[in-house]
């Protein structure tokens, strides 16, 4: 039986993340292609929940870089205009997104990853949590 790989994402994707089926455009798709702000963010928080969940290291850093992975698929240009928006949605969404890499440093911490948790607290800054 041959298994693609397209399907064999499908069933870790699954089995992994507890969300049920995989949509057809996936946002485990590979790294490089982008990912809306909402989207990331929901994919950054399903892969902290199932961190926080993990009972040894090494199931608990893979999953950190995975939602590391997430939110730096939000793009560029994405991320400056919500950033600079005054709108009081997209100040919301910045808000949860610094509070993502907030936890994501807390746990990366907890692990003793001060380096890697030093620039989630950056990027926590960048988003403008607490402003």
């Not at 946002?27 to 902290?48: C, G, I, K, M, Y």
Request: charged share 25%; proline share 5%.
């Amino acid at each position: 039986m041959v298994i693609s790989a397209r399907s064999d994402e499908r069933y870790f994707a699954q089995r992994l993340c507890c969300i049920g089926p995989v949509p057809t455009v996936s946002p485990f798709s590979p790294w490089r292609s982008v990912l809306a702000p909402e989207t990331a963010l929901d994919l950054a928080n399903l892969h902290l929940e199932n961190a926080r969940k993990a009972t040894s290291p090494e199931l608990t850093l893979p999953l950190c870089n995975d939602a590391e992975t997430a939110l730096a698929r939000i793009r560029t240009s994405a991320k400056k205009t919500y950033v600079l928006s005054s709108r009081a949605e997209d100040r919301a969404l910045c808000n949860e997104i610094a509070t993502t890499y907030f936890e994501l440093g807390q746990l990366l911490e907890g692990l003793g990853r001060h380096t890697k948790a030093q620039a989630s607290y950056k990027n926590e800054q960048k988003w403008g949590y607490r402003t």
